[in-house]
């Protein structure tokens, strides 16, 4: 299992040269392992990736975390959608309120853009996702409802043994008493648990998180206990302040190193890396 980080950033891009090292874009990651291609959400990152006319894969399903227009943005200019070579999956939570389709269909549409679902010239199906297992080629994904403002997926990907769980908008410690070091009360779990890799949420230091409880994001600090206690052997923290800049995450890294205690390597998740599992 091949795992491209396209979109680190969160809530809005953040493009200038203090944040060029880290990366501006906004979620998205790409999997690919033998001929099945994943993307994991849709944000401005999506249109790092480049495909020429003839795709190498034919079919690509894009699963949304959720539909906050920070994993979306990028969606309207995927340039497969207008292929018509191209058969695309999109995948996303369920709602009681509206189906997927219809929630989709409001950004898809002016005033907010000029294209309709309808213009699209690929072949695209739309699937509505809850807490379930599915199948595409040659990787099992288990999805999962996780705590973030609106319906929120988990995923956890896995290819034979190896198993990437990704949590990019995440509040491990919202409640009364913040982080419950309980398996069986704490958000995500399931997905989580003895992950080879966990891509993690880590917006705010937790000084800031005290200002921001109930936000939907998590502090570093929260990120790397949720690791610890559900033993995951490495840890990305993702979806970095657009605020922040290179320096300081550089500078906040090295405080999280000499500060924190884990029995697992954990970095800062950098736009264009890959990590083969």
């Keep these: 299992m091949k795992i491209t980080l396209w979109g ?8 200038s040269p203090e944040t060029k090292a880290y990366g501006g874009n906004t979620s998205c990651v790409q999997i690919e392992a033998e001929d099945t291609m994943v993307l994991l959400d849709a944000g401005s990152g999506i249109n790092n990736i480049h495909f020429d006319d003839h795709l190498s894969h034919r079919r690509i399903d894009i699963l949304l975390t959720h539909l ?37 269909g409001r950004y898809f549409s002016p005033p907010f853009s000029p294209v309709y679902f309808r213009e699209f010239s690929c072949n695209l199906f739309v699937h509505e996702i809850s807490n379930e297992t599915i199948e595409l080629g040659a990787l099992k994904i288990d999805c999962g409802f996780i705590l973030h403002p609106g319906p929120t997926l988990g995923f956890r990907v896995q290819e034979k043994e190896k198993a990437f769980t990704y949590l990019p908008d995440h509040e491990p410690a919202l409640g ?22 966990l891509l993690h949420d880590s917006q705010f230091t937790a000084e800031e998180y005290k200002e921001k409880v109930g936000w939907g994001h998590s502090s570093m600090e929260d990120a790397l206990a949720y690791a610890s206690f559900l033993n995951v052997k490495r840890l990305l ?12 995450l550089d500078r906040l890294y090295s405080h999280l190193k000499k500060t924190t205690e884990v029995d697992f390597p954990f970095a800062m998740a950098v736009e264009g890396s890959t990590i083969v599992l």
């Design 8 to 15: 680190v950033r969160g809530s809005i891009p953040a493009s």
């Design 68 to 104: 906050h227009i920070d994993h979306i943005q990028g969606l309207g200019f995927f340039k497969p959608l207008f292929n018509p070579d191209a058969e695309i999956h999109i995948w996303g939570p369920a709602s009681h309120s509206q189906s997927l389709r219809a929630r989709l």
């Design 176 to 197: 009364r008493n913040g982080f419950i070091p309980d398996v069986n009360w704490i958000s995500g779990s399931d997905l989580t648990r003895d992950a080879d890799l």
């Design 237 to 248: 923290l993702s979806h970095h302040d657009p605020e922040r800049t290179d320096r300081e």
